[in-house]
């Protein structure tokens, strides 16, 4: 498995073209040289924001090629693999493994307004895209319609070992629910206890065990926070 210690600055870059349509390689080389001259962590190709709807087959290969092979390990790439048939995908980031790719990122499938996969479809095909050996990192986007759900992503970062990092890129709008109500106890009870005489030791030992929980738990804690006070907050403001 690839080096998963991800962070930092990772953009996503854009496919030039030429005016007839065609690829415009040397334009891509410049792309990437631009984003490594000025010292970004990482970057991510053949995203949503690359046009990947745009590209034939051949074209994602040659850009895949073309990436990976021209950054040439100056800093770690990204690859996008997402797609509705599980084969395509799991073919994709082998090839991707072949050249060397750091990571992969995965929407869940679906395809056009009414095809989604289900949470075990979802499931399945990131456990057998896994196969391949490289990185995956989860792809929650709106494009694609799907929910991620928390338990979901859990029993994905758990049961998955190719599975290490979520992009959340939306936060469902959502009326007030009683797991705001859950939380608000959940917290307060917590905080109350770092006052209990009799219960100091253990949130002392507990904070001692958190020190070395992975990445994983944390971004799924703020997803489910961020979903319950930050959405409904945003959404009072709005309507006052």
């Not at 991707?96 to 095809?115: I, S």
Request: proline content about 5%; overall charge negative; glycine content about 6%.
């Amino acid at each position: 498995m690839a080096n998963n210690k991800f962070q930092g600055c990772w953009p996503v870059a854009p496919t030039p073209f030429k005016d007839n349509g065609e690829l415009d390689i040397e334009g891509m080389k410049r792309v990437l040289d631009c984003m490594v001259d000025q010292n970004v962590d990482g970057i991510c190709i053949l995203a949503n924001y690359s046009e990947q709807f745009l590209l034939s087959d051949d074209e994602r290969e040659i850009l895949t090629r073309l990436c990976i092979e021209h950054v040439s390990g100056r800093v770690p790439v990204i690859t996008t693999v997402s797609h509705f048939s599980t084969d395509i995908a799991l073919s994709r980031a082998k090839l991707v493994k072949e050249l060397g790719g750091e990571m992969l990122m995965m929407m869940p499938p679906y395809h056009g307004a009414l095809m989604r996969g289900t949470s075990q479809q979802t499931f399945e095909q990131f456990a057998k895209v896994g196969e391949a050996g490289v990185t995956i990192m989860v792809q929650d986007a709106p494009l694609s319609g799907v929910d991620l759900p928390v338990p979901l992503l859990i029993k994905m970062a758990k049961e998955i070992e190719a599975v290490k990092t979520v992009s959340v890129e939306q936060i469902r709008q959502q009326e007030h629910s009683w797991k705001d109500e859950w939380l608000v106890v959940f917290f307060t009870i917590l905080m109350a206890c770092h006052f209990v005489p009799w219960t100091q030791d253990t949130m002392q030992r507990g904070w001692e065990i958190l020190e070395y929980a992975d990445p994983m738990f944390w971004y799924i804690i703020l997803t489910i926070v961020g979903a319950s006070f930050g959405v409904t907050t945003m959404n009072k403001i709005k309507k006052k």
